[in-house]
């Protein structure tokens, strides 16, 4: 099976009605643990560190949460919920595709006690950031995930390696 | 302020007539007006609305059920909800 080469492009996500249209940066994602969740749109989050998840998908995707790799409180629309972290792997499907046109790899999830969001997940920096150059433009109202590298060639910006998954201050 | 316009004038060129994103968004904003509040099963190339349920856990049990794919689920906010701007 031939999986399509990047860049994949997304289109935003209109919102409700509101006063003038909202469109959210939004990829198709899946997360797996002992099973494989329901495919779902995830948020791109620049501006959160980690990649969270709606704990509905703790029982779809079959994530033991028994013993997390560790737990932190976050600051989360104005809540301190505690949000437990572990290893999982995410897909990123492929917008136009079917469900097996996808790339995968693991990174810490973290599963807050409440959620109120649309979007299962959201994608930030460490877990996803780390892994693609992702680009959004209003105007063409897409979001464009690339390779790694493809920053450097564009910038001329050499980028270090993905980061590793390793705290540093384990509690 | 030069890369930003070589940049903008190569996206141009990239999307020029491959932009499909509006009618997406308008049929994604009904969707979302018909069925606010509840999660919904979009299909992932033209944005129809497959399936929708009150919660997640009922909507995923029925996809998986019947075996439906090339689809992704979200929750279609209602216009009572404030708008969301931010996680933190």
Redesign the interface.
Known sequence: MTIPALPW?Y????????LR???RP?V?AQLRGADS?????ALV?S??EHV?A?P?LV??AGVDLRNPKYSLRL???GENPLVNFTDLKIRL?H?????DHFIEWETEVGFPEHWR????M?LGQHGFFDQFTVSM?RA???TVIEEWGTFDQR?GIEVRESDDHTRRNPQ | MR?RMQWTKR?RRL?RGK????D???K??QA??EC?GQWV??D??TGDVIAARS???D??AY??SAGI???????????Q?P??V???
Do not use: C, N
């Open positions: 492009r289109p935003f996500q209109v919102d409700a009605p509101r249209p909202i469109l939004i198709s969740s329901t495919p779902f749109k989050d501006g959160s969270l709606a509905w029982s779809d600051g989360i629309g499907l917008p136009q595709g079917d469900d969001a649309p979007w299962p959201l433009h063409a109202a897409l910038f | 890369i996206l999307y932009m499909s994103a509006r997406e968004h308008l994604m904003e979302f007006v606010a099963a979009v992932r190339e919660t997640p856990y909507l995923s996809i998986k794919r090339s689809v992704d689920i979200v929750r279609a906010p209602s216009e909800e708008e969301m931010g996680f933190g």
